[in-house]
C-alpha cells in the first residue's frame, strides 16, 4: 500500500509540473512584469524560485530595470524570491518524506554536505541555477533550524539580486537606454 500511495503521489506530481512547464515556457514574463510591476516582479520572482518552475529570473531582473526602480526590483524580487523559498523548505520538511525512505543512502549523503558546509549550502543556494532551489528543499528535509534557515536564505537571496539589479542598471547606462 505504500509503494502504490508513493506512486500516485508521485505521478499526481510530475503531470502537475508538466502541465506548469507548458504554462511557464508560453507565458510573456516582461509584459507581465509591464503590467503588473511591483506585483509582477514578486510572483515571477516567487515563482522562478519554487522548485516547481523550472526556469530562471535573471534575465527578468535585469530587464525589469528598465521598467522600474531599482530598489522596488530588489525589494519585491527578495520577497518572492525568500517566499519561495520558506515554500521549498517546507516541501522538504514535510513532503519529502513521501518519497524517502528513513535513513536512506541520499538522505545520509545530503546530511554529510550540509554537515560539511553548514549554512553556507543554503546561503549560495540561489546562485546556483535549478540545483540551488533542490538545495532549499533538502535543508527542509533533514530539519534545518528554520530561523537560521531563512536568515541565510534571506541573505543570499537579496545579494544575488541586487548584483543582478547593479548588472542591469550598467548594462543599460552602456547601452545608452
Known amino acids: 500500500m505504500k509503494f502504490a500511495?508513493?506512486?500516485?503521489?508521485?505521478?499526481a506530481l510530475v503531470t502537475a509540473i508538466v502541465y506548469a512547464i507548458g504554462a511557464v515556457a508560453h507565458f510573456d514574463y516582461l509584459?507581465?512584469?509591464?503590467?503588473?510591476?511591483?506585483l509582477g516582479m514578486l510572483l515571477i520572482s516567487f515563482v522562478s524560485s519554487s522548485i516547481f518552475f523550472v526556469f530562471s529570473s535573471e534575465a527578468?531582473?535585469?530587464a525589469a530595470t528598465k521598467f522600474l526602480p531599482p530598489w522596488d526590483i530588489f525589494i519585491y524580487a527578495t520577497i518572492g524570491s525568500a517566499l519561495?523559498?520558506?515554500?521549498?523548505?517546507?516541501i522538504g520538511l514535510k513532503g519529502l518524506r513521501?518519497?524517502?525512505?528513513?535513513?536512506?543512502?541520499d538522505e545520509k549523503r545530503a546530511e554529510k554536505w550540509f554537515a560539511r558546509w553548514g549554512p553556507?549550502?543554503?546561503?549560495?543556494a540561489p546562485a546556483i541555477p535549478f540545483v540551488g532551489d533542490a538545495l532549499t528543499v533538502a535543508a527542509g528535509a533533514l530539519e534545518m533550524d528554520f530561523a537560521k534557515f531563512f536568515l541565510y536564505s534571506l541573505a543570499g537571496r537579496a545579494?544575488?539580486?541586487a548584483?543582478?539589479?547593479?548588472?542591469?542598471e550598467a548594462l543599460l547606462a552602456a547601452l545608452g537606454l
Open 5 to 11: 500511495y508513493r506512486l500516485a503521489i508521485t505521478l
Open 31 to 38: 509584459a507581465a512584469l509591464q503590467a503588473h510591476g511591483r
Open 60 to 62: 527578468v531582473i535585469v
Open 84 to 90: 519561495a523559498g520558506v515554500l521549498n523548505y517546507y
Open 98 to 105: 513521501l518519497f524517502m525512505e528513513d535513513d536512506s543512502k
Open 120 to 124: 553556507g549550502v543554503v546561503f549560495v
Open 159 to 161: 545579494v544575488k539580486i
Open 163 to 168: 548584483l543582478l539589479v547593479v548588472f542591469g
